[in-house]
């Protein structure tokens, strides 16, 4: 879905939900963003290792060196798995290979604006697309972030009307703006 629908805050609850019910579990924020910094790549497969075997270092000296330990570190554990922000296959090759990197009952969740994306992996994806809010939803949204309350007083359901209708029914937007 686009940007500032709420992907990243539904796959935290999801998270959050689940995560308990795993050996082990990792949460990579930002993918997109980290990926194109210096050494993205391999700074990326350092923190879902890290994450995963609680520790501080597990030396990895590229991408494809990375690869090789996340599937033999991996293969044997039940892991919960989320990759926030995906946009390039490279990064979902560098960080979840296939699902023989994993142990079985193992879960990936994968938060794009491109499904088409998760769908070329050769494995049937649950898509999950996230529906625009309507205008009582919308409202309710913003009167929370704004004013505290599920709806705005009189003196501000102009004002509020108009936010929502600047805002396309973006909750990031109306958690901005609010």
């Known amino acids: 879905g686009m940007g500032g629908v709420g992907k990243t805050t ?3 609850a999801l998270y959050n939900q689940l995560s308990r019910k795993f ?7 930002n ?5 194109e910094q210096d050494n993205g790549q ?8 890290s994450d995963i075997y609680k520790t501080t270092k597990i030396p990895i000296r590229s991408t494809e060196s990375g690869k090789l330990e996340l599937k033999n570190r991996l293969c044997h554990k039940r892991v919960l798995l989320v990759l926030d922000e995906i946009d390039k296959v490279e ?7 296939s699902h023989e990197w994993f142990g079985s009952g193992s879960c990936i969740i994968i938060t794009t604006r491109d499904e088409h ?31 505290k309350q599920a709806y705005p007083d009189t003196n501000f359901s102009v004002l509020t009307k108009d936010v929502v209708a600047y805002s396309s029914g973006l909750p990031l937007a109306f958690e901005v703006l609010g």
Do not use: T
């Open 91 to 97: 990064q979902m090759n560098a960080l979840c290979g």
């Open 117 to 147: 994306l998760v769908k070329m992996r050769g494995v049937e994806p649950i898509i999950y697309r996230l529906d625009e809010m309507d205008d009582s939803e919308a409202i309710e949204l913003f009167s929370w972030h704004a004013f």
């Open 42 to 49: 391999v700074s990326l497969q350092d923190r879902l290792l």
């Open 31 to 35: 993918i997109r963003e980290v990926w």
């Open 10 to 12: 539904i796959a935290k």
């Open 23 to 29: 050996d082990c579990k990792c949460f990579l924020l």
